[in-house]
């Protein structure tokens, strides 16, 4: 990546994106990832992106859920299409960031990554693709 900071607001109000081409791999690959698994119900994934409803909960209804997975997916579609773009409006900035923090998280779900030293145990290059993700989603919301 690059040193000091991945994402800048500039003075016109649009976001810098700072990502050197290995950083934008792994953005890919997760953009692309949660893109993939909304689609594909076998997809390792897919669990993380929608959790079981619970009938006690309002915001779990069923139609709640259907707005959820739209959001999903219109996020990470506009994250994906704006990949290669230097500079990010407030609406792609913010598909970015909800991917990225989608992407976080089913990656904890799919690893079973659920605790502090399941988390220590993990795979190196493993741990790196979260660390890599965390310091984009830090650098991202410290911009909006």
């Not at 779990?60 to 290669?84: H, W």
Request: proline letters at 3%.
């Amino acid at each position: 990546m690059v040193g000091n900071r991945l994402f800048v607001r500039r003075r016109d109000g649009r976001i810098e994106v700072r990502l050197n081409e290995a950083g934008r791999v792994i953005a890919r690959e997760a953009f692309g990832r949660v893109v993939a698994a909304e689609r594909d119900p076998n997809h390792e994934w897919h669990a993380g992106l929608n959790s079981p409803i619970d009938p006690s909960e309002d915001s779990d209804s069923p139609l709640a859920s259907l707005n959820r997975q739209r959001e999903i997916a219109t996020n990470a579609e506009l994250a994906y299409m704006t990949l290669s773009e230097q500079f990010l409006n407030d609406s792609e900035a913010w598909a970015w960031l909800s991917t990225f923090q989608i992407a976080l998280r089913s990656t904890a779900v799919a690893n079973g990554l659920l605790s502090e030293e399941k988390l220590a145990a993990c795979e190196p290059e493993l741990m790196n693709f979260i660390r890599t993700i965390q310091q984009f989603l830090f650098g991202l919301a410290e911009c909006l």
